[in-house]
């Protein structure tokens, strides 16, 4: 019976409680009003930072501190010497990679089914592509072995206890994970059906483990296309992680209600599955709540006002000159503008119109995708704390 594939009933919310409707009915709200003053290209460039974050935040769930730093040094091809910290900015870069692939296929109306096997073996698979032999060496609790990045657990020495939860066997994990694709796939859902479904998946499919190491970072980016075809996504302007990392009364959130989620069935009035109706939809109304609190401040973040005023700190904290801030604010209220417009835009000489534009570039607060092309405003982590107080812990 325990190998059973209704194991992970209940799935879904079936009928949702009226305080998960109350905060599904804000989220959707929020998330619709989330960047809605931004110039796209501003916005997209917002996103980039956006997945730096959220790398961060997942990478910190592991256990992993890799500074934003360490993280924009890594998409620039910039690793550490030491191993460890070289290998957890490869996965720091993967992260970012995928979920950029993900916001562009979201984009392109191109996503295919989040919950689908071919889509979560496609993540799992790209997540570890690049990785040296050593990040794939499984070693612990009696057993060693390499894994094979896209491909479900199958082995008996795959098999291990998750804190109190031991998962399904190996021998499993396919059954499970076809019955997964079935309970959470996206077609036959609403949109409140869609929204209810993530925090259920979420948790269902870390409950299942289906790859011998990975699951929680699988399982969040799962999360971020689920938001994303769920009709939450905001143009990639927020992310799961932070929420879950942070927690709403501490950091231990997330582990309390994900092991919360694990409990069985308490009795007749308790739904009719293998676990707990009740632990579900308390699950649910915290990660979505958690999912609304990230919207809420992302939002503060990045409205228009309140992210000129920050520029304008900014310069006046530099060594810029002050018409610097008369390009960062074209840039965020045009989204781009040629290089040639800098005099006219600064109000000075050409030449030194000139010299005031390349100091702005050489700190890296615009740039553009080739090297004459119109800039646009960029976000390195060296301004993060003016422009994006608490964003991260150290701001």
Known sequence: MSESVSRIEPARLEDLPAAVSDVLADLTAAASGLG???HPRTAANLADLVRLMNTYYSNLIEGHDTRPRDIERALAGNFDMEEDRRNLQIEAAAHVRVQA????????????EPASRDFLLWLHRQFYDGADATMLEIRGAGRSFVMVPGTWRSEPEHDVAVGRHQPPSS?????????????YRFRNLGRAGRISAIPAAHHRFNFIHPFP???????????HAMAHEAGLGAHGLWSISRGLARGIESRRDYKTMMDHADSPRQGDLDGRGNLSQRALTDFTLWFLRVCLDQVTFMASLF??????????????????????????EEALIRGEFDRGEASRITGLPERTARRVLNDVLALGLLASDTPKGSVSLRFPASTLDTLFPRLFPET
């Open 303 to 328: 409205d228009l006002e309140t992210l000129a005023k920050r520029l304008r700190i900014l310069v006046e904290r530099s060594e810029l000159k002050p018409e610097a801030l008369r390009l960062l």
């Open 101 to 112: 692939e993900i916001d562009r296929l979201a984009a392109a109306g191109e996503l295919p």
């Open 36 to 38: 809605g003053r931004l």
């Open 171 to 183: 021998e499993s994990v396919t059954a499970f994970m076809e019955y997964f694709e079935t309970r």
């Open 213 to 223: 190491d990975g699951n929680g970072r699988v399982s969040r980016l799962m999360s």
